[in-house]
T-cell receptor, first 115, second 114 residues
């Protein structure tokens, strides 16, 4: 069974600085999708960025980018120029290409942003 | 605006009572999902549905029931058989056949059993 591990329960960053959140996963499959979701204090989950395993190029969305290392089964999220509004819980999630319905989530990393 | 609505935002229930959480979407998505979130844990899948009048159990379906009579609606009933129902419940929807099949979430319902 696939698992997703986020080993950092909490992280903090100074405003305008860069922070990297870690995510590792375990799977025997070669085709899958990876996601980072943000859950702000309102608790609504918001998709931040996504990556397909077959794409070697790392995904980027404005200040958010990923470092996808398929062989190491690692999918870290880098937030550049951190803003106060980035403070939230961040969840890494995995979806098999075979099982289109099941998202497997990590336990989350709480990010604090200090002015 | 297109989106997913969940109601109520907060719900209180006495032990032994069934309670139904509402989830509606106007995104014309085929698939809908229910997740449970507990402190210190990620989201866990309760039930999902790909088409009207059909649904499948997720990882933690015991003590819950669902229906899918309309494409837009996927209510979740928390029954008295659910031993520890106090949690945050999130509904999501997704468009089947898209490359990523990403899921979009509603604002959630906080259920507290008194």
């Amino acid at each position: 069974a696939q698992t997703v591990t986020q080993s950092q329960p909490e992280m903090s960053v100074q405003e305008a600085e860069t922070v990297t959140l870690s995510c590792t996963y375990d799977t025997s499959e070669s085709d899958y999708y990876l996601f980072w979701y943000k859950q702000p204090p309102s608790r609504q989950m918001i998709l931040v960025i996504r990556q397909e395993a077959y794409k070697q190029q790392n995904a980027t969305e404005n200040r958010f980018s990923v470092n996808f290392q398929k062989a190491a089964k690692s999918f870290s999220l880098k937030i550049s120029d951190s803003q106060l509004g980035d403070a939230a819980m961040y969840f890494c999630a995995y979806r098999s290409a075979q099982d289109t319905d099941k998202l497997i989530f990590g336990t989350g990393t709480r990010l604090q942003v200090f002015p | 605006d297109g989106g997913i609505t969940q109601s109520p935002k907060y719900l209180f229930r006495k032990e032994g009572q069934n309670v139904t959480l509402s989830c509606e979407q106007n995104l014309n998505h085929d698939a809908m999902y229910w997740y449970r979130q507990d402190p210190g844990q990620g989201l866990r899948l309760i039930y999902y549905s790909q088409i009207v009048n059909d649904f499948q159990k997720g990882d933690i379906a015991e003590g819950y029931s669902v229906s899918r009579e309309k494409k837009e609606s996927f209510p979740l009933t928390v029954t008295s058989a659910q031993k520890n129902p106090t949690a945050f419940y999130l509904c999501a929807s997704g468009r089947l056949g898209s490359a990523y099949n990403e899921q979009f979430f509603g604002p959630g319902t906080r259920l507290t059993v008194l």
